[in-house]
């Protein structure tokens, strides 16, 4: 299984911006990698993902316009660029490698460890 560790994480101003990192043990073009988040009280939820087969890109209607997500495969990372970013968007972020993106978590294979994000002034 893939091997994944998030950072990037950290406070920010409302309006502000962060980019969170995952890199993998491996070689990441084998694996559609996601990144889901999780809030106090909430279920885990999908943000955003990267294909394997061919690079295309998803997003949660909720982060749309807002997030970038990209990969740089000679450095087996996973980016997740977050613009704009609200209160709402505080959450602990976990990357997770599937051999399919899905926002049902039921279909990962393996997790990162996760990095928080918190969005206040």
């Known amino acids: 299984q893939l091997q994944l560790v998030e950072s990037g994480g950290g406070l920010v101003q409302p309006g502000g911006s962060l980019r969170l990192s995952c890199a993998a043990s491996?070689?990441?073009?084998?694996?559609?990698i996601g990144w889901f988040r999780q809030a106090p009280g909430k279920e885990r939820e999908g943000v955003s993902c990267?294909?394997?087969?061919?690079?295309?890109?998803y997003y949660a209607d909720s982060v749309k316009g807002r997030f970038t997500i990209s990969r740089d495969n000679a450095k087996n990372t996973v980016y997740l660029q977050m613009n704009s970013l609200k209160p709402e968007d505080t959450a602990i972020y976990y990357c997770?490698?599937?051999?399919?993106?899905?926002?049902?978590?039921?279909?990962?294979?393996?997790w990162g460890q996760g990095t928080q994000v918190t969005v206040s002034s």
């Open positions: 997770a490698s599937s051999a399919y993106c899905s926002r049902d978590t039921k279909f990962v294979a393996s």
């Open positions: 491996g070689f990441i073009l084998d694996y559609s």
């Open positions: 990267i294909s394997s087969s061919d690079g295309r890109t």
